[in-house]
């Protein structure tokens, strides 16, 4: 009886840890970094749209190296790394205990929560790495990243049908975000009834053509990365800055380029609505 008790006192206070102020402020200010990361893609692609601009990545390297020439820049990496290590912290108490709302204990939604986890850690550990001194580790090309990758995993046994799964993986998950953009299933985590008019306006706004453009940029990279395992040639494959650019190459010129471009700085902004109005 005694050891169920300590269990249960355990789990009581594991989940109003989960629930403090403190890693709901980790999660806000996650949501706020990665605003910072999708804005100055966006910002590069632009720029890149108009100027070709040699050099420089649309990517999280490009936008890191960015943010290390400004005023400051050093403190402003420590900062991002510390505030995205703060997302991969509240996303693993969601992974826990479940997220916020009526069915945030799916395991579908915690294995989900998990894996951003996972994913807001790497990104926290290579922004940190960065800001330590360790320059090729968070501002490396994304494109070269992923062509080495690919190049190694379509040398395994099966590997074009691991790389095709994954390219396919890809390209439903950039369907499914924007889909579910499209239909601004975003409210149910958001306070919109604390919102003005024009705020909700704007935040359904930002959501949708955000949620769309980066649902696309998923959707293309994927897409991609089927053409690299049917060829059998990784440099099909794409990173982040690969991809933006290949919709320069669309008949519309730049301008589909921009239109993407201004989305994914519309999903940071989105972002920055997160760590705001966010249910955590």
């Known amino acids: ?26 999660g806000r200010a996650g949501f706020a970094a990665r605003g910072v990361i999708y804005v100055l893609v966006g910002a590069l692609a632009v720029r890149i749209a108009f100027s070709d601009a040699g050099g420089q990545q649309a990517d999280r390297g490009g936008a890191l190296a960015e943010i290390a020439h400004k005023p400051f820049g050093d403190v402003l990496l420590w900062l991002l790394g510390i505030a995205l290590a703060g997302m991969a912290l509240w996303r693993l108490s969601e992974a826990a205990f479940g997220q916020a709302g009526p069915d945030g204990d799916k395991p579908t939604k915690r294995a ?38 690919t190049a190694k995993v ?16 890809v390209f439903c998950a950039g369907v499914w975000i924007a889909v579910r953009a499209l239909m601004r299933k975003f409210h149910k985590h958001l306070k919109m009834g604390r919102m003005s008019r024009r705020q909700r306006q704007a935040v359904d706004f930002l959501g949708m053509f955000g949620g769309t453009a980066r649902g696309a940029l998923f959707a293309t990279a994927g897409g991609f990365a089927v053409a690299a395992a049917v060829k059998h040639q990784a440099g099909k494959s794409k990173g982040m800055d690969d991809t933006l650019r290949s919709f320069a190459d669309t008949p519309v010129g730049p301008w589909l380029l921009v239109l993407i471009a ?10 920055w609505a997160n760590a705001r109005w966010r249910e955590l």
């Open 112 to 149: 989900m929560a998990a894996g951003r986890c996972v994913f807001y850690a790497f990104v926290s550990y290579s922004v940190l790495a960065y800001a330590a001194g360790e320059k090729g580790s968070g501002s490396g090309s994304t494109d070269k990243r992923t062509d080495d990758v």
């Open 262 to 271: 201004v989305g994914l700085i519309a999903f940071g902004l989105f972002s």
């Open 154 to 169: 379509l040398d395994w046994p099966g590997g074009q049908w691991i790389v095709a799964i994954a390219g396919v993986a």
């Open 1 to 26: 009886m005694k050891t169920q008790a300590a269990v249960s006192t355990g789990r009581h206070n594991a989940r109003r840890a989960a629930d403090s102020k403190a890693v709901a402020v980790a």
